[in-house]
């Protein structure tokens, strides 16, 4: 039942990937309906307080990638034949809109899992150790962005009275690098122990 409901979550989020990744990439009114109906869905499902979570977690990332496309239409960087703001609209806002959306549509297929029933459920060790790893750098990514958000704020050209677009990009996009990096550490320290402990007291059949 356990791992039904896990092949029905990555299935259903395979499917979502596919659907507004692939072929409806470039219907920015499809990908707006999506990210209204994910949104409602979360909202039923994890209630306001998580899904608010969830927006902090993404806020960086599409802070940054919003920035990037507003400064490539200030510049003016586009096809010769076509306005700045048009094209770049055409292309980055479906794209905004589906990060937005995918993250959000993973953790509402994530909350159908049952994650200790899955956990006790399954006897491959190597399994296991995936779902142990997979919730550590869940919990380490929530955990570890308001540590970021502090530790920047003690940074002296960070308290300056006068912050302007380019501190708000810089600071979203150091959020968006140490918050990966981070995560990143955590998979590779806490990967190394597990694997110890794998080797140390489980013998292979």
Known sequence: ???ARLALAIAGFAAHSLIFGIFLLHQIAVQGVALAVILALCLLKLGWRKTLKQFKLIAPFAISLFVV???LI???????DQPALSYW???GLPRLLLLISSLLAFR???SFVDYEGLLKSTSNIHLQKYL???KILYQAAFQSLPQ????QEMIPSTQMPSRGLKYRFNRALASSLALVLIVMEQAESKGELIDNRIQTCHKEE
């Open 69 to 71: 496309y507003t400064i």
């Open 148 to 151: 970021i958000r502090y530790w």
């Open 89 to 91: 609209l055409a292309y």
């Open 132 to 134: 142990i790893l997979g």
């Open 74 to 80: 200030l510049l003016g960087f586009a096809p010769a």
């Open 1 to 3: 039942m356990h791992k």
């Open 108 to 110: 509402w297929f994530v």
